[in-house]
Nanobody
């Protein structure tokens, strides 16, 4: 298993930016594809972005494509989510996880997440 700690959330106005970080510990981080997910109040958790372990294949949900960028630094065991042009509908708790690169499904226990709130 991999232990995951998300950070970087906060309160931002619509149109603003945030960068989320996810620090991983445990087994070799570079062996894993990684993903970001989010869960808004009253909603199910949803996929946001995924990145293959090589770092050269990315996939985004339609709702964030062109605004969010996922990246990783294997030397720091960290995956990032740069979020630009934020909208109120991006408000959610954001989580990272290891994922199956064939379908981007999460396959590890969840961390505590980080809250992102976008005001209009």
């Amino acid at each position: 298993q991999v232990q995951l700690v998300e950070s970087g959330g906060g309160l931002v106005q619509a149109g603003g930016s945030l960068r989320l970080s996810c620090a991983a510990s445990g087994r070799a981080f570079s062996n894993y594809a990684m993903g970001w997910f989010r869960q808004a109040p009253g909603e199910e958790r949803e996929f946001v972005a995924g990145l293959r372990r090589s770092g050269n294949v990315r996939y985004y949900a339609d709702s964030v494509r062109g605004r969010f960028t996922i990246s990783r630094d294997n030397a720091k065991n960290t995956v990032y989510l740069q979020m630009n042009s934020l909208k109120p509908e991006d408000t959610a708790v954001y989580y990272c996880n290891t994922v199956d690169p064939r379908n981007w499904h999460p396959n590890n226990p969840w961390g505590q997440g980080t809250q992102v709130t976008v005001s209009s």
